[in-house]
C-alpha cells in the first residue's frame, strides 16, 4: 500500500447516476454513487463484474457518446466544474485511462510508434515528439525502443501491449490515471510487473490513480482507500486498512470469504450464493437484498443511507442505521 502523504482533491463526483436504454428498457447501471481522489493516492474500486465500476468511470470520462444518458450533481477536476467539452479536452492529457484489454485499444493496421506519437499531436505536445514516445516506451520496458516502434500491435505478447498502453497513458504526464482492470487475462508474474510499474511511476510522479479490479489481493496490495460497489452502488467505503481488517457491509464481508487469504491459511472458502440483480428491474430497496444472510423485512422496501463509522468509513446497510 502506498504512504504518499495525501492533501488536496483532484476529482469529486456526486451523485452520478448513468442509464443505458435498450430494447428491453432502460438499465440502471449506476445509481447515486458519489466519491473523491485525493492528490497522490490511489483509490481501488472493487466488486464483482456488473456492479458499475467500469460503468462509473467511463461515464466520468465523458466515453459512453450517446450509448447511455448520464447526469450528476457535481462533477470537480482540481476545484474547477466540468462540462463534457472540459472533459474531452481533458482526456488522455491530465486525465487518462489505461483499459482492460488492449488489443482493442491499439488499432492493427498502424505501427505503435504512429499511435503513440499520435496521442501527442493530439494534445499538442511542446517538444519532439519521437524522442518522448521513444522515452516512455523505454520507460516501460519496451526496448529497443527505435526499433519497436516500427513494430504492429499483434508483434508484441499481451503483458507488452498493456505496457503499451500505460506509456500512452503517462505521455502528457497526467495529474490522475484510470486503471480499468489492468491484469485482465495476464499470467501471474507479468500482472504482478504491470502493477510494479504502475506504482513506479505513480511513485516517481506523484499522480493519483484510479484502480478498478475484481482482485481483492490487488486492491489490498496498491490502494489507500476502497470503495466497494454492488448493482450500481457504493456498498462501502474507507480505508484500505478499515475494509480488510474491519469490513461492516454484508457484501463485503462475503467477498472477502470468497477469496483465499493472504497469510496462506487454509479456511474454507464461502461463495455468496445467488445472482447480481437484475438492473432492468432493480430492487426497491438495498439491491444485495436477495443474497444478504442479514437481510430485514425494510431492506426489501427503502435503500439505505449511508451509515458513518468513522470520519474514513460509512457503509449503506440499515444494519448500520439502528
Not at 463526483?13 to 428498457?25: E, M, Q
Not at 503499451?164 to 482492470?181: G, K, Q, T, V, Y
Not at 489490498?220 to 481488517?245: H, N
Amino acid at each position: 500500500m502506498s504512504n504518499v502523504a495525501i492533501a488536496d482533491e483532484i476529482l469529486r463526483v456526486d451523485n452520478l447516476h448513468t442509464t443505458f436504454t435498450t430494447s428491453a428498457g432502460e438499465v440502471k447501471a449506476v445509481e447515486g454513487v458519489s466519491f473523491t481522489v485525493r492528490r497522490g493516492e490511489v483509490l481501488g474500486i472493487a466488486g464483482e463484474s456488473g456492479s458499475g465500476k467500469s460503468a462509473t468511470m467511463l461515464s466520468v470520462m465523458g466515453l459512453l457518446g450517446e450509448a447511455g444518458l448520464v447526469s450528476y450533481d457535481r462533477l470537480d477536476f482540481m476545484g474547477e466544474s466540468l462540462t463534457p467539452e472540459s472533459v474531452k479536452a481533458l482526456r488522455g492529457d491530465k486525465i487518462a485511462m489505461v483499459f482492460q484489454d488492449p488489443m482493442t485499444s491499439l488499432n492493427p493496421v498502424l505501427s505503435v510508434g504512429y499511435q503513440l506519437e499520435e496521442a501527442l499531436r493530439r494534445h499538442h505536445w511542446q517538444g519532439n515528439i519521437h524522442e518522448r514516445v521513444a522515452e516512455m516506451m523505454t520507460k516501460v520496458g519496451i526496448v529497443p525502443a527505435e526499433e519497436r516502434m516500427r513494430q504492429y500491435p499483434h508483434e508484441f505478447s499481451g503483458g507488452q501491449r498493456q505496457r503499451l498502453m500505460i506509456a500512452m497513458s503517462i505521455l502528457c504526464n497526467p495529474e490522475l490515471l484510470i486503471a480499468d482492470e489492468p491484469t485482465t487475462a495476464l499470467d501471474v508474474t507479468v500482472q504482478a510487473q504491470i502493477l510494479g510499474l504502475l506504482r513506479e511511476i505513480r511513485e516517481s510522479s506523484g499522480m493519483s490513480m484510479i484502480l478498478i479490479t475484481h482482485d481483492l489481493g490487488v486492491i489490498a496490495g496498491e490502494a489507500d482507500r476502497v470503495i466497494v460497489m454492488y448493482g450500481g452502488r457504493v456498498m462501502e467505503e474507507g480505508t484500505a486498512r478499515e475494509i480488510f481488517k474491519s469490513p461492516a457491509h454484508p457484501y463485503t464481508r462475503g467477498l472477502l470469504r470468497s477469496v483465499p487469504k493472504a497469510d496462506g491459511s487454509r479456511e474454507r472458502l464461502i461463495p455468496i450464493e445467488g445472482q447480481p440483480p437484475d438492473l432492468l428491474n432493480p430492487p426497491e430497496g438495498c439491491p444485495f437484498v436477495k443474497r444478504c444472510p442479514e437481510a430485514m423485512r425494510i431492506c426489501l422496501r427503502r435503500k439505505p443511507e449511508a451509515s458513518c463509522i468513522s470520519d474514513t468509513h460509512k457503509f449503506s446497510c440499515w444494519k448500520g442505521a439502528m
